[in-house]
């Protein structure tokens, strides 16, 4: 896969450490999301590390005061791609827990492997805000790139997608669909199968994440 100025994989020994368990068929429901909120929180510290609104306030300490920069007020939202997504909304509040979440849904078609909107409900003026969009796949692209085409039809013009798994055709796709959208992946996969499952990967996401099958 060639480099994109837009992309960011992470090569972080704790987060592979956790992707590893997280690969395993054998760990647990509860393991599974309580990995993938904790893979989301060390993504979105890095992520926002440069790139997170601030403003400048007086803090009076015990001993004087003195200017300290505080991230504004309101300045963040949260949008999952339903369903999968949602198991990372916990791990970003974390760091950010007043963030607005919105929700946008989506399904696969299982013929076409193509994207379907079924829903979306969006915070009052995020065209105003950083955009967080989450989803713990990155596979063919295609929701990814829909999701961010409804968030600009929105206004929104300072958006990030982060993923903790990517194939390099869903990374590809992305990144050059939309190059002033910042590309956060916690690990490349090797490719995608014919069903357009990430390999190895982890199997479904939404399934380990809320015990469906």
């Known amino acids: 896969m060639k480099n994109y100025e ?3 994989i992470f090569n972080h020994p704790l987060i592979r450490h956790k992707i590893a368990i997280l690969r395993d068929e054998k760990t647990s429901m509860k393991e599974f999301r309580e990995l993938i909120e904790e893979i989301t929180t060390l993504m979105t510290y890095e992520a926002l590390k440069d790139g997170v609104p601030t403003v400048q306030k007086m803090m009076k300490t015990p001993l004087e005061v003195c200017e300290q920069t505080i ?3 309101n300045a963040i939202a949260i949008v999952p791609i339903l369903r999968a997504g949602l198991g990372m909304v916990n791990g970003v509040h974390v760091l950010f827990p007043s963030a607005r979440v919105g929700h946008i849904g989506m399904y696969r078609d299982e013929e076409t ?3 379907k909107e079924y829903y979306c409900k969006l915070p009052d003026g995020i065209e105003d805000k950083l955009v967080l969009l989450v989803d713990p796949m990155l596979a063919t692209g295609g929701s990814a790139c829909d999701a961010i085409n409804l968030l600009k039809k929105r206004g929104c013009k300072n958006i990030k997608f982060m993923a903790i798994i990517g194939a390099p ?7 050059e669909s939309h190059p002033d959208v910042q ?3 916690s690990t490349l996969d090797r490719q995608l199968n014919e069903n357009g499952y990430i390999l190895p990967g982890l199997g479904d996401a939404g399934d380990r994440l809320f015990g469906t099958k």
């Open 6 to 8: 837009n992309v960011v």
């Open 71 to 73: 991230v504004a007020d």
């Open 113 to 115: 492997l193509e994207p």
């Open 169 to 175: 055709e869903g990374i590809s796709k992305v990144a």
């Open 183 to 185: 590309v956060y992946v």
